[in-house]
């Protein structure tokens, strides 16, 4: 099962910044958060992760609270383009498990 | 790079043929992964190698798959007998090590009739 819970869908204005929030309460300390994204029929694109600090690249801005127990994924400015799922996931840092466990996502529509 | 790549990109095949998909990794990622997407489960973990070695294959529905890793250039999945269920949109994933951030092909879209 996924250890995270997101709204199932979110609508944007083009131009304006998106922020797809993620619940994640049981999360433990050396587990990351992980953001991926899949655009219609194309395979899941790997946007950004964070550990305990907020972190910035040239795609997107994560904000980790400080307890951990939630995230925000933010678009600064999205484009039509951005219109996809997108997949908040806890992925432990330990040991040799690896396997990515995704949820059902936010559907994210950027409208014109 | 070129990425992840995948083939055959489309698969259209008849119940009880064998289909085998293929996948070639990032250069010099160690870790390679198949996942499997429906619109029933969504996406989902079939197996994965480290080093060429199966690591979990607990994700592989049943006997009728089977995925190898010859080398650290190329993995295969493959199905035997295919039956209709099998459709879904295959997809193939590396990582530099298992832990760390996962790259995904474009997928193969199997459809068996």
């Known amino acids: 099962d996924a250890k995270t819970t997101q709204p199932p869908s979110m609508d944007c204005a083009e131009g304006r910044a998106a922020n797809l929030p993620c619940n994640h309460s049981?999360?433990?300390?050396?587990?990351?958060v992980y953001w991926y994204r899949q655009i219609h029929s194309q395979g899941p694109q790997y946007i950004i992760h964070?550990?305990?600090n907020n972190e910035t690249n040239e795609m997107a801005s994560l904000i980790i609270t400080e307890d951990r127990k939630s995230s925000t994924l933010i678009l600064p400015h999205a484009t039509l383009r951005d219109t996809a799922v997108y997949y908040c996931?806890?992925?432990?840092?330990?040991?040799?498990?690896?396997?990515?466990?995704f949820g059902k996502g936010t559907k994210l529509s950027v409208k014109p | 790079d070129a990425g992840v790549i995948q083939s055959p990109r489309h698969e259209v095949t008849e119940m009880g043929q064998e289909v085998t998909l293929r996948c070639k990794p990032i250069?010099?990622?160690?870790?390679l992964f198949w996942y499997r997407q429906t619109m029933m489960r969504g996406l989902e973990l079939l197996i994965y190698?480290?080093?060429?070695?199966?690591?979990?294959d607990s994700g592989m529905p049943e006997d009728r798959f089977s995925a190898k890793m010859p080398n650290a250039s190329f993995s295969t999945l493959k199905i035997q007998p295919s039956e209709p269920r099998d459709s879904a949109v295959y997809f193939c994933?590396?990582?530099?090590?298992?832990?760390?951030?996962?790259?995904f092909g474009p997928g193969t879209r199997l459809l068996v009739l």
């Open positions: 994933a590396s990582s530099f090590r298992s832990q760390e951030t996962q790259y």
């Open positions: 049981t999360i433990s300390g050396n587990e990351y």
């Open positions: 964070g550990l305990k």
């Open positions: 996931i806890v992925l432990s840092a330990l040991g040799s498990q690896g396997n990515l466990i």
């Open positions: 250069s010099g990622h160690n870790s």
């Open positions: 190698f480290n080093n060429n070695v199966p690591i979990d």
